[in-house]
C-alpha cells in the first residue's frame, strides 16, 4: 500500500520560507511522478509543482521563481521549497503521487502566511 506523509506546514509571516517534505512507502519512488498541490478555503485544488521521473519540473505561474519541488531517490522524498511567502499561498498543501495517470495522496499540511 503507497502512502505519503507530509510535514513542514506551519505559521510563517509574509516574506518568509518554508519547506515542505513528502515521505513515500510502499512505491517504487524512482518511478513514480511526484507532485504538490494545494486547496484555500472555498477554492479547488491546485496543482502547485510536479517533478518527473529524470527530475524535469513544472510550476504554476502563480508561484513560479518563488518555490522550488525537488527529490531524492535515495530518501524516497520530495520537497517543496518555498520563499517570499504572502497570504495568498495560505491553504493545505497535499503532496500526490502520479502513477500511469492514477493520484495517491498525503493528508495535507496547514501552510499559514501571516503579515
Known amino acids: 500500500q503507497v502512502q505519503l506523509v507530509e510535514s513542514g506546514g506551519g505559521l510563517v509571516q509574509a516574506g518568509g520560507s518554508l519547506r515542505l517534505s513528502c515521505a513515500v512507502s510502499?512505491?517504487?519512488?524512482?518511478?513514480?511522478?511526484m507532485a504538490w498541490y494545494r486547496q484555500a478555503p472555498g477554492k479547488q485544488r491546485e496543482l502547485v509543482a510536479s517533478v518527473t521521473t529524470g527530475r524535469s519540473t513544472n510550476y504554476a505561474d502563480s508561484v513560479k521563481g518563488r518555490f522550488t519541488i525537488s527529490r531524492d531517490n535515495a530518501k524516497n522524498t520530495i520537497y517543496l521549497h518555498m520563499n517570499s511567502l504572502t497570504s495568498e499561498d495560505t491553504a493545505v498543501y497535499y503532496c500526490?503521487?502520479?502513477?500511469?495517470?492514477?493520484?495517491?495522496w498525503g493528508q495535507g499540511t496547514q501552510v499559514t502566511v501571516f503579515s
Open positions: 500526490a503521487r502520479n502513477f500511469r495517470g492514477s493520484l495517491t
Open positions: 510502499g512505491s517504487i519512488f524512482s518511478r513514480d511522478i
